[in-house]
């Protein structure tokens, strides 16, 4: 087996045996600007950690389809509908905003496991240890496979580069005058990359545990000057020197551990709880399957699409089911339908020349998608997360 295969295969059994997101890292601020979302939008969506459903469901859709191919990832959004159902608000924000709970074991047995299906009692009844606070891992979102990696830079920050003090003020600050100053000032670019990150950044296993394929990596290192290493240097600088950070809740709690009231994601808000239970909560299912198993089951159509970033991978280990899944959409696509989608890549070229079969002949894909190019550009420089290559925003024209 040479070292490509290897490596293919740690990032299989990561995926296939761990929890690898227990936060989303898709900012869903610009999803919502994006899609558009009205009372009558169905919506397909890859589950991840289930934070965006969460907040989709805010603005009041029909309905929120969460597919995923990883058990843990929708165990994991089950989780957090039955903490809504069932918990009131400051119990429920010690679980996902503290990612602790001192009482796991009767909160679990008593009031979250009833709500759960047999699936994903049967995990979390083994997995509850990761909600307890305990050893030196005493936070949810220092658990799971890029928890894991989040520990690991939080050791750095705090035992070896000891930058701990200096990391916390930029949380804290108001201002990106401010960010700036700390960052030069304290010269944490050079704190940060040590030659040491900076080689284990390079690795496969490393990528790995933040959830990112060896196709990623390749689309990074042959489109971008400096490859991976100062792909991810440039983005860290970027969200540190020149994006608000006093909302940035997906680097706190990966900095921190947890969140805080004032920066947490919107299903954390006490009114938008109290909005979740009302309701709104009801409107999401949770199914594991692909994106084409769902729709090959699925009787009614779809008029939007979150896609993530999964199509990178389907594309280099596996083109036939990519075909195979637009020719899914587009047939169950709605006249208004809307598709959202992230990539490593700077630049996708392998979706518009797709074939997808319509009015009795097969023609790619992309005669039948309009671009919102200037919009996904503005809202991509906004990103709060800044980690992927590109965005794209697409209608797809009915055939």
């Given at each position: 087996m040479n070292a490509r295969s290897i490596n293919q295969a740690c990032f299989n059994w990561i995926h296939r045996h761990n929890l690898v997101y227990n936060a989303c890292w898709e900012d869903p601020r610009l999803d919502r600007q994006a899609l558009?979302?009205?009372?009558?939008?169905?919506?397909?969506?890859?589950?991840?950690?289930?934070?965006?459903?969460?907040?989709?469901?805010?603005?009041?859709?029909?309905?929120?389809?969460?597919?995923?191919?990883?058990?843990?990832?929708?165990?994991?959004?089950?989780?957090?509908?039955?903490?809504?159902?069932?918990?009131?608000?400051?119990?429920?924000?010690?679980?996902?905003?503290?990612?602790?709970?001192?009482?796991w074991d009767s909160l679990y047995t008593g009031r979250l496991r009833p709500q759960l299906s047999p699936a994903a009692q049967s995990i979390w009844d083994r997995w509850g240890v990761l909600f307890q606070g305990r050893g030196r891992r005493n936070s949810f979102y220092f658990r799971g496979?890029?928890?894991?990696?989040?520990?690991?830079?939080?050791?750095?920050?705090?035992?070896?580069?000891?930058?701990?003090?200096?990391?916390?003020?930029?949380?804290?600050?108001?201002?990106?005058?401010?960010?700036?100053?700390?960052?030069?000032?304290?010269?944490?670019?050079?704190?940060?990359?040590?030659?040491?990150?900076?080689?284990?950044?390079?690795?496969?296993?490393?990528?790995?545990?933040?959830?990112?394929?060896?196709?990623?990596?390749?689309?990074?290192?042959?489109?971008?000057?400096?490859?991976?290493?100062?792909f991810i240097v440039d983005r860290v600088e970027t969200v540190f020197r020149t994006l608000p950070l006093y909302d940035n809740y997906f680097w706190r709690v990966y900095l921190t551990g947890e969140y805080t009231r004032a920066c947490c994601p919107e299903y954390l808000k006490p009114h938008n709880f109290e909005l979740l239970k009302?309701?709104?909560?009801?409107?999401?299912?949770?199914?594991?399957?692909?994106?084409?198993?769902?729709?090959?089951?699925?009787?009614?159509?779809?008029?939007?699409?979150?896609?993530?970033?999964h199509m990178d991978w389907l594309y280099s280990n596996a083109q036939d089911v990519l075909a195979a899944e637009w020719q899914a959409m587009a047939d169950h696509a709605t006249p208004d339908c809307r598709l959202i989608w992230r990539s490593a890549g700077l630049k996708v070229d392998f979706v518009d020349p797709i074939l997808v079969k319509s009015g009795g002949r097969a023609r790619p894909i992309g005669e039948r998608l309009h671009y919102h190019t200037p919009l996904a550009e503005q809202l991509h420089q906004k990103d709060r997360v800044n980690t992927y290559g590109s965005f794209f925003i697409a209608d797809l024209a009915a055939a």
């Open positions: 558009q979302l009205g009372p009558e939008d169905e919506i397909l969506m890859i589950t991840s950690a289930g934070c965006n459903a969460l907040d989709y469901a805010l603005v009041g859709p029909k309905r929120i389809h969460a597919v995923d191919v990883n058990p843990r990832q929708n165990a994991l959004l089950e989780l957090k509908l039955a903490g809504i159902r069932a918990l009131d608000y400051d119990e429920f924000f010690n679980l996902f905003g503290r990612g602790r709970v001192a009482a496979s890029s928890g894991f990696f989040a520990w690991m830079i939080n050791g750095y920050i705090n035992r070896l580069a000891r930058i701990r003090n200096d990391v916390n003020e930029l949380l804290d600050v108001s201002t990106v005058t401010e960010q700036q100053q700390i960052y030069d000032s304290r010269q944490l670019n050079e704190a940060l990359w040590r030659p040491l990150v900076q080689w284990c950044m390079n690795r496969d296993m490393t990528m790995a545990l933040l959830g990112v394929p060896q196709s990623q990596r390749r689309q990074i290192d042959t489109g971008y000057p400096g490859g991976t290493v100062q009302n309701g709104l909560v009801d409107r999401i299912s949770v199914q594991t399957n692909s994106v084409l198993g769902f729709l090959d089951q699925h009787p009614g159509t779809i008029s939007r699409y979150v896609l993530l970033d």
